[in-house]
């Protein structure tokens, strides 16, 4: 129960913060754990590495703002934690397969990551999968 209310704090931080440029040290130190915990119980109460859910998260609050808004791609950019215009558009081609600019000519917004809620996860009783020898397993 512990690593689970750990994990909820984690959550809750990550997305008051997602403009700022978190790393695992600075998060760890926010909740006096070492870093090496915070990774652990966050990917073991959720499935993925702390990195890559502030990734996907910051990318996909980029996609939004792309489809629902015509701000500066790069404006953009910075305010998801990229420090550059191209790291940003390396990045979300990875995830999304296109451009920043391709994308917002869709003009059709698609999640690929929505807010973890660990709660919503117990009371739907979901199965949370953990990796296992490189199958996943219930």
């Known amino acids: 129960m512990k690593g689970k209310s750990v994990v909820n704090r984690i959550?809750?931080?990550v997305e008051k913060n997602l403009g700022n440029d978190l790393t695992l040290e600075e998060i760890a130190k926010e909740f006096?754990?070492?870093?090496?915990?915070v990774e652990r119980v966050f990917k073991e109460h959720t499935g993925q590495p702390l990195h890559r859910y502030m990734k996907s998260r910051r990318l996909n609050e980029a996609a939004k703002k792309l489809v629902?808004?015509?701000?500066?791609?790069v404006e953009i950019a910075l305010e998801a934690g990229y420090h550059s215009q191209q790291a940003f558009t390396q990045a979300f081609h990875e995830v999304y397969g296109l451009s920043p600019q391709k994308y917002r000519k869709l003009e059709t917004f698609v999640s690929i990551q929505e807010p973890i809620?660990?709660?919503a996860i117990a009371s739907y009783g979901l199965v949370r999968l953990r990796h296992s020898g490189g199958r996943m397993a219930a």
Do not use: A
């Open 32 to 37: 006096h754990y070492s870093k090496f915990y």
């Open 68 to 73: 629902e808004t015509r701000r500066p791609i």
């Open 11 to 13: 959550l809750s931080y």
């Open 117 to 119: 809620d660990l709660s």
